[in-house]
Structure formats: structure tokens, C-alpha cells
């Protein structure tokens, strides 16, 4: 009963923001400037948040995200520009195939773990960035030309299911499973739980949405090219959900909005927004390791003040 | 004889990724960290060589002696205000401050000294001579012996100084060690201190050889590095040397038969089929894991 209420508040809040945000962009008072900033703020809120499935909730370290974001974005361009069929089907194509390649890189990479994984990953991104490096019908480094169909409307709407799908999945048993492997893998083994399992289904389902952001990513800028997709781009992720907290899905979500709207203002100065960028990653790391919110959510600040406020009558 | 100037080509190119791997070898068996840095220490080493030259006017082995002090006070510098702290923290904190540390190097030289690419002074004569019908170069003989020369005293240091039987002791056991009175603290200086001019050589050497740099030339090598690191058995100093030898004339070969815009994938390729069947690489033990 209250799980669902919660669920109907979230919907309510998603259908207030589109319709006013909306509202902005038709009536003018957001430029193409404004409206983009807002489409590319929730492309990086779905790669956060995907990401965030597969670090904070399974506990795998990848640092290979652009990789699957690599594949959406080449395998939506080939199906709107060159077989010409409508922008949905490249979403949800792109979301697919991200899928296969995360189940390919997964399977046989998963079974190790820590700083292997971790170059593993790095490792199987950058394969994925040569091979369409290679590929002549896809442009080659000279990249590939595509026209603009992101709208504020698709990207709001792939956002929103994207949040609700990772958030059910977190509370289902499956998400606990994730989570019990993050805890301590041999014990959940232990337990019963099909570890090799979750652990792919995880890094699936983060490759899925990874993919469709990447089918958003390349409607939105015009022109793919493989140097977009480089490692740079996978830290970029990797910042996202480390500052907002491993484990905490909001926390993610903030520090997309948060960097985004830093790296917009600092577009001119490259350099600054990296030497910025790994500052905070240095600092976090120094002072902070679980990062801003650990596994909190913004929604358990709400409800330590109502259950104190329940304790304090209780004792009365 | 076209493939035994190749196979010189690949051994200088080996001996590059052999003199960086040391570096992530040596800091990974002691500190169980990969040290994303390690690369931008390269980097900065080439740079310093650069400098020396062209700006005071040294010769080539005396650029090469300021850039390995250079570095190795870089390298400890970098390990006692980042990584110092750390030394408790879980794995995934380290390796992300180690990224963090790569990134702000990179853009901090950028941001200082700007993007573009320099040329590295050509001071070494361009002669070759001949070897049954393959036309081998001055500087790969130059490239391969100052390698090897850096190889053997980093055996003489680690296995018959006490600094060496000291880091020996730590990455067996750093409780132990600790308890038996040895500083780890210094001892972990000194290996990062050793790891860093070895870069910075490779760095001089890399300027040489190929004769443009530039302030993201780190992250390749550095990566590759790792693999030959990976490939050898990390941890493990014979094995960097042979894996950053394998590494170079694996990827020259794929090169020279035609496939050059897959040459950076090969070397991906490798860690990837190593990590799958041999995870311990070619010089490691099995280790069985314990709760």
C-alpha cells in the first residue's frame, strides 16, 4: 500500500516536471541552448543511473560504460539513417543490441573481479570503440552524420522508465541478490544465491539503458564519432555515481544534474572542467569514499525525521 | 629478412612498455594498486628530457639521469599526497583516486603548458647497419641496451641491496615486515621512487624513438603497460620484462602485416584472453582464495 503510493507520488512528480519543463520549451522561454542542456542532463541521469545498477547495487567495478553507450548510439544512427525506419524503433534496437554486447562482454569478464574487472571492462570498451573505428559503413574516425530527433519528450520518457525499472528491480528479491553480492560475494554464494548470474543480469539491464541513452546521445549532437566514446567518456559516468554515492540512486541522479549543468558552463575551458572534475574525485575518495549520500536516498532523509518523530512518541 | 627488422622494431618497442610495466609491477606487488598515474609519470619524464635538451642544452645521457631524478621525486610525491591515505581504504577508493590523480596531472600540464604536441630533438646520429639483409637502426641498438642496462641494476638493487631485500619483505607480508622493523612507509617510497625513473627513462627513450610528444602520450603506453604488466604476472619483475617484450613484438607484427588501425586492439585482445585463462599470467602461481 504505501510502496505503491510512493510509486503514484514519483509518477505525479515525473508528470509535473515534463508538462511544466514542456510548457517552457514550447512557449519560448527556453532557448535550443536551455532545452538541449535539459535533454543531455537526462541522458547523463540514464547513464548514472544505469551505471549505478552495475557499481553501486552488484558491486562490479566496470569502467567500460561507454562502451555499451558506443553501441546504441552506432546501432540507432544505422537503423534511422540507413535503413530509415522511425527514431522508437533505433531506441529500443539500440537498447537491445547494448543488451547482447553487455551479455558478451559480461559472461566471460564477470568472473573476475575487482582491478581485474575493472580493466577488463576498460579493455572490452575500447575494443568496441576500434571496431567501429573499422567499419567503413558506419564512417570510420571520420564519423557518421545524424539527424536531430531527441526531444525533450523521448528523453524524459526513457528517463522515467529507466528510474522505475532500476528502482523496482533494486527492491525485488533479484535487487537483493545484487545486493547481498556487493556485501560479500562468497557468502552470498554461500547462501544460495546464483551469484554468476545476477552479476550478468545486472551488467544486462545497465548495458540496455546504457544503450538507449547512447540511442538519445547520437540524436542529440548530430554527428557520432568513435573518439567521443573513449575511456574519457566512461569516467565521465564513473564520476556520476561515484560523487553521488555508491549504492544510492538519487545521489547519482543529483550529481549528473549537478556536473552536467558544471560541465555546460565550463564548455569553452575543457581543461578547467577536467582539472575540476578529478579534484573532486581526488577530494571525495580523501575525505568522503562512500561519496556524498553513501547508499542513502534523498527519500531516507524524509523519513529518519517521521520515524524519530514515531520513536519520540512511542517513548511517551 | 623483412621480419627480423621487424622483430628488432617490436624489441624496441617491447623495451619501452617493459621499463613502464616495471614501475606498475613493482607498485602493484607492494600496494596491491594500479597505479593509473603511472603513464602521466612517463609522460612528464619525456617531457623533462625535452626540456634538458632544448632548453639547457645537455646531451642525451644527462637529460636521461635528470628525467629519472625528476620522476622518481614526482612519483613520491604523488604517492605521499594522494595514495598515502589510502592505504586502508577499500580497492575501488584507491583505484578511483588513481584515475583522479591520471586526469589531474594530464589537464593540469595542459592547462599549463598547452596541447600541442612537441618535436623531440633528433641528437642521436640517424645511422643503420646491416645484419644478414636487415637494415637495423643505431637507436634500437641505443633504445635496447640503455633498457637493459636499467633492467639489470633494478635486479642488483632488489636483490642484493638492503632497500631491495626490504621491498621483498613488505610486498610478501607488510604486518610482518612492520613488525620486524622495517619502515614500510620509506620502503614504499622507494619502490614508487624506483617505478617513477624507470618511467621517466622509457619516457626519454619513447621521445627518441618515435620523436613527437605530446601531454596525453601517457595513457596508451600506460595502459598497454598494464597489459604487459597483467601478461607477465603481475607482481612479478622478470615477468614485466618479458610481457612488455611480447606485448611490443606482438603488436609490430600485426602492425606490419597490414592491420594498423588494429593495432591498439591487439594489445586489449591479449589482457582480455590472459585475464580469461591465465588470470595469474605467465610467471604467477595458482592462488587459491580463502574467506
Redesign the interface.
Known sequence: MKKSKRFWLFILLAVVIYSVVQLLISTGVFGSYYSNTLILMAINIILAVSLHLVIGITGQFSIGHAGFLAVGAYISAIITMRLELPFIVGIVAAGIIATLAGLVVGIPTLRLRGDYLAIATLGFAEIIRIIFLNIDYVGGAAGMQVSHYTTWTYAFVCLVITIIVITNFTNSRHGRACISIRENEVASDAMGINTTFYKVAAFAIGAFFAGVAGALYAHNFYIIQPVNFGFLKSFDILIFVVLGGLGSLSGSVIAAILLTMVSTYLQGFPETRMIIYSLVLILVMLYRPQGLLGTREITDFLKFKKSRKGVAQHVE | MEWIQQLVNGISLGSIYALIALGYTMVYGII?L?NFAHGDVFMVGSFVGFYSIVGLGLDFFTALVLAMIFCAIFGVLIERI?YK??RN?????????A??????I???F??TWG?QPKAFPDIIANGSFEILGAKISIKSILILSISITLMVILQFIVHKTKIGKAMRAVSHDNEAARLMGINVDNTISATFAIGSALAGAAGVIFGLYYTKIDPLMGIIPG?KA??AA?LGGIGIIPGAMVGGLVLGVIETFVNASGFS??R??AA??I??LI??FR?NGIFGKNTR?K?
Open positions: 596491491k594500479i594522494a591515505r589510502l581504504a577499500t580497492r575501488i577508493a584507491a583505484l578511483i583516486t584515475i583522479g590523480v591520471s586526469l589531474l594530464e589537464n593540469g595542459i592547462f596541447p595502459i598494464f597489459v597483467v588501425l588494429w591498439d586492439a586489449f585482445v589482457l582480455i585475464l580469461i588470470p582464495e574467506v
